[in-house]
């Protein structure tokens, strides 16, 4: 769990530290995205479908941005995914608390130096997409990764650092009770089946054609 922690708690140190965007736009977030692919979808808005019908221009630009977000952290969750079994394997097989410390501590070094620069670049919204995404990947909200790893006092302090950037590290991830949620995974769902993004499977399975008839019900109850 050390890995995760380690990856997250460093956008709330580094936003503290540089000056972080408070808001991010389609030109802001596009930067992970391929130009020509990008025009393609601003030009093609009408065609974006969610709840089985066409958005009009202004949700389709939100869902556009939302898709972006999505597509800039999904790999640090998926990343973060990885190195935790990679480390928690090679650490049950290590005997001492010594060993352990000392083989966290390189990781930690590793970890530092390789996301740092990249998760100072992040917005609040994209940092608060990444927390959700961390919890579907692993099954662990934040803050109790941080209190069971580190400290009570630690697990505090993060999760006041995080207000302050409206990121809630209490918070998990339910696709089939919050709408923003079903709309992450609907994203990731046609990006896995385009090859956009490489698919890695939830902690929690996610049957997707029952999520997405469940919000279709829910949207046409509304209706009547």
Do not use: C
């Not at 460093?10 to 808001?23: G, M, P, R």
Request: no cysteine; net charge positive.
């Amino acid at each position: 769990m050390k890995g995760i922690y380690l990856v997250v708690f460093l956008i709330f140190t580094t936003q503290i530290q540089a000056q972080v965007q408070s808001k991010d736009s389609l030109l802001i977030d596009y930067d992970a995205v391929e130009n020509d692919s990008l025009l393609a979808e601003i030009l093609e808005l009408e065609e974006v479908v969610i709840y089985r019908n066409k958005l009009d221009a202004a949700a389709a630009k939100d869902f556009l941005l939302l898709q972006n977000r999505v597509y800039v952290v999904y790999p640090y969750a998926k990343i973060a995914a990885d190195r935790l079994t990679i480390l928690n394997a090679t650490m049950d097989k290590m005997k001492t608390a010594k060993e352990k410390r000392k083989y966290f501590k390189i990781v930690e070094t590793y970890i530092e130096d390789e996301f740092t620069g990249k998760l100072k670049k992040l917005s609040r919204k994209q940092g608060q997409i990444l927390v959700k995404l961390i919890y579907r990947q692993t099954g662990i909200t934040l803050f109790d990764l941080v209190k069971d790893q580190k400290s009570s006092w630690k697990a505090f302090w993060a999760n006041n650092t995080a207000k302050l950037f409206d990121i809630d590290i209490k918070r998990g991830y339910d696709p089939f009770s919050v709408n923003e949620d079903y709309l992450i995974e609907t994203i990731l769902q046609r990006a896995f089946e385009s090859g956009r993004l490489p698919n890695q499977a939830p902690a929690t399975p996610i049957d997707f054609n029952n999520l997405d008839k469940h919000w279709h019900e829910l949207q046409m109850k509304e209706k009547k």
